[in-house]
């Protein structure tokens, strides 16, 4: 090992430290912290931004990197830790300090502006706060588009997934959206066949639904005593390094919503708490991307919990939770039934698994125009209710159900979208090949045993981090690259075969 490789190792462990310490302040900003903290803690979160770009663009930081890639004593994954470096450092030279600031106040105050806009439906209201944070978002594809000879979306996306690219995406996409309409069709007839689910009588209070969460989380492997479940305006997984924080919401009408949002950030949690501990401070000991992040989640809410299997398993611990009867609405048959109804919807994050990918079509179409400037913001309301008309057959009553339910775009998180719909595709190959790779996981879900599970994804994804990219762990996890066609089949065979609901 190199004496600069060892230096860059200490810097990045400081920027670790500070990446801590702003994803505790943004999780704060998020969830506790007083309306009137806004502006304070933009400049508070800016600063740190301002910090961490100061570290990562020092002048010694090209000639470490140089130096420590002249080496030739490095292991495997010291080499990974130092292809992370490097790339770290090309993202973060793209752009001067002063943007990078610029961008984290607007976003801060555009996230806080965005609440009260959602809440009474006033997009107008909150356009100067989202025509600042896409103009400043701009600035930033752009630079970082010339520095690393992309296009400034492509220069967005490689931000949240590494190597990925529009070319990589618009196969998969096309193929969706040319396979969505007739599919989802297919399965609002065949469900239209059947009886109608009993509905579950609630209320269903706030303190109950907390703690059936809570028992999942556990149950699911969630370390407790590293990471915790709180309430915001839009459910996420936060934090930091071994305190790993999660947020769901909830109607007391409806127990399902906050359950299944607090599963699918269960997901997003246990990659981050089986992540490598012997790395936890380098780039290479980081997720994979969001790709692989969010096929965590959705292997956990979408693939796994919405099964048959595990709704055998939890019905009757629902049942406790609620103080529910033991009568047919209570019956593992008939949970299941609401668990995998589909029906289009305006709420993305209340979608379907069938219905889901159509949300991010729309959005992505949209985003790649605001980004390449061919789409004006005062525009995206009537396009965004085109969209959501064409492929969901549905009328946006308002903004609030449309173009701002969001906090992706106020929060500046342009190239983000995509990877929800991949990470739905990369989640059905990692099922698929999981349960055939392992045997004992199908019948161990079955009996709420979630170790040969949690065990497979910790040796084939969690324990990789990003000592490969997310292209190279699917397929050495699954044998095959990115496609949509597992997603496709497990759609068909839950919702259309004879056996559905597997």
């Not at 009993?198 to 590293?226: I, N, T, W």
């Not at 790649?368 to 995206?380: E, F, R, T, Y």
Request: net charge negative; aromatic share 8%; with cysteine.
């Amino acid at each position: 090992m190199t004496k600069a490789y060892q230096t860059l190792e200490r810097h990045f462990a400081r920027l670790s430290s500070l990446n801590d310490a702003l994803g505790i302040l943004s999780w704060d900003k998020e969830v506790i912290m007083p309306h009137g903290a806004a502006d304070r803690r933009a400049d508070t979160l800016a600063t740190l931004a301002g910090l961490r770009h100061d570290i990562l663009t020092a002048p010694a930081m090209a000639d470490l990197l140089a130096d420590a890639e002249a080496g030739t004593t490095l292991t495997a994954w010291q080499k990974a830790n130092l292809t992370e470096m490097r790339r770290s450092h090309a993202h973060a030279t793209a752009l001067p300090g002063d943007l990078v600031e610029a961008l984290t106040q607007a976003t801060t105050r555009s996230e806080m502006a965005w609440r009260e806009a959602r809440a009474q439906s006033d997009y107008a209201g909150f356009l100067p706060h989202l025509t600042e944070v896409l103009n400043l978002t701009r600035q930033t594809a752009i630079a970082k588009g010339q520095a690393l000879g992309l296009s400034p979306y492509d220069a967005l996306l490689d931000s949240f997934d590494p190597g990925t690219r529009q070319s990589d995406i618009d196969p998969i996409f096309t193929k969706l959206e040319a396979d969505l309409p007739d599919l989802i069709g297919a399965v609002l007839e065949k469900q239209a066949s059947l009886p109608p689910a009993l509905p579950l009588p609630g209320p269903f209070s706030v303190p109950q639904q907390e703690a059936l969460g809570r028992r999942l989380m556990q149950q699911l492997g969630f370390d407790m005593s590293r990471g915790r479940l709180d309430v915001s305006t839009h459910p996420f997984c936060g934090g930091a390094t071994y305190d790993v924080r999660l947020t769901t919401r909830y109607v007391e009408d409806d127990f399902i919503p906050a359950m299944m949002g607090i599963l699918h950030e269960t997901g997003h949690a246990l990659y981050e708490q089986g992540l490598p501990a012997e790395w936890v401070s380098q780039p290479v000991g980081k997720a994979g991307g969001m790709t692989l992040h969010e096929s965590q989640s959705l292997m956990v809410e979408m693939q796994v919990c919405r099964s048959r299997a595990f709704v055998d398993w939890v019905t009757p611990h629902v049942r406790e939770a609620f103080g529910a009867p033991q009568n047919p609405a209570w019956q593992a048959e008939n949970l299941h039934r609401h668990l995998i109804h589909v029906q289009p919807g305006f709420i993305r994050v209340d979608a379907d698994e069938v219905t889901y990918p159509a949300h991010i079509l729309v959005r992505y179409k949209l985003e790649k125009a605001m980004v390449n400037g061919d789409l004006s913001l005062a525009d995206l309301p009537g396009a965004f209710n085109e969209g959501i008309k064409a492929l969901l057959g549905l009328d946006v009553p308002d903004d609030r159900r449309g173009c701002l339910q969001d906090i992706h775009w106020p929060e500046g998180l342009f190239g983000y979208f995509p990877c929800y719909a991949l990470g739905a595709m990369a989640a059905a190959q990692l099922r698929t090949a999981a349960y055939e790779q392992s045997p004992d996981i199908a019948p161990a879900v079955a009996q709420g045993d979630f170790l040969p599970l949690m065990h497979w994804l910790r040796t084939n994804v969690h324990s990789r981090a990003s000592s490969a990219s997310m292209p190279e762990i699917l397929q050495t996890a699954t044998g095959s690259p990115l496609k949509a066609d597992a997603y496709l089949s497990h759609i068909r065979n839950r919702y259309l075969s004879r056996t559905a609901g597997a």
